[in-house]
């Protein structure tokens, strides 16, 4: 079984900076994309950014310039800098995993974190 924890969310002032991070835990064979999304109140959940091995980084035009998304050193763990933030930030912060374990490539989701970016 593979499970993905977040941390690192919190409440910050606007043009602050936080830095999440994702790590995958589990029989893991291969982590093959990480992703951040976010789900603000009454809104759908939207996309973030990725990091593809070995496509490379991908991000919404919303975060573009002032978030980076990077892995670590064990490739199961994914980090977002968020500099430069917004009230408009705000939501739980969700990592998704698309993963390999032995058969199929299977997408796992993490129980999120809650971001606040006061005004």
């Known amino acids: 079984q593979v499970q993905l924890v977040e941390s690192g969310g919190g409440l910050v002032q606007a043009g602050g900076s936080l830095r999440l991070s994702c790590t995958a835990s589990?029989?893991?064979?291969?982590?093959?994309?990480m992703e951040w999304y976010r789900q603000a109140p009454g809104k759908q959940r939207e996309f973030v950014a990725s990091?593809?091995?070995?496509?490379?980084?991908n991000y919404a035009d919303s975060v573009k310039g002032r978030f980076t998304i990077s892995r670590g050193n064990t490739k199961s763990t994914v980090y977002l800098q968020m500099n430069s933030l917004k009230p408009e930030d705000t939501g739980v912060y969700y990592c998704?995993?698309?993963?390999?374990?032995?058969?199929?490539?299977?997408?796992?989701w993490g129980q999120g974190t809650q971001v606040t970016v006061a005004s």
């Open positions: 990091f593809n091995d070995p496509l490379g980084t």
């Open positions: 589990g029989s893991i064979l291969m982590t093959n994309l």
């Open positions: 998704n995993a698309v993963i390999t374990s032995g058969g199929p490539q299977t997408t796992y």
